[in-house]
């Protein structure tokens, strides 16, 4: 297991156990362009996927990258599976 997909579990198995919660359960992505927003395999990584603007997510945790910007660990709204990072920016939270 890659030491990312050990911390994505980590950081997923944290929120399940009861530890200080960063979830936040109605989050949609309101990417400004338009276009799909990039999942990653860690904060600004390798993309692995995309997500269209007005999906409903969920905010599992987040981090910020090396260049100091934000970053949002997610996963499907109403599932209990980790998708992947997000530029946080392109996140809203209601």
Known sequence: MT?????????LASCLLGAPAFAQNRCAVTDPTGTPLNIRETPNGEIIGRVSNGVGIRVINTSSDERGRAWALISPRGRNHVVGWVY???V???
Not at 3 to 11: E, S, V, W
Request: charged share 20%.
């Open 3 to 11: 030491a990312t997909r050990l911390g994505i579990l980590t950081a």
């Open 92 to 94: 809203s939270c209601y």
């Open 88 to 90: 946080r920016e392109f």
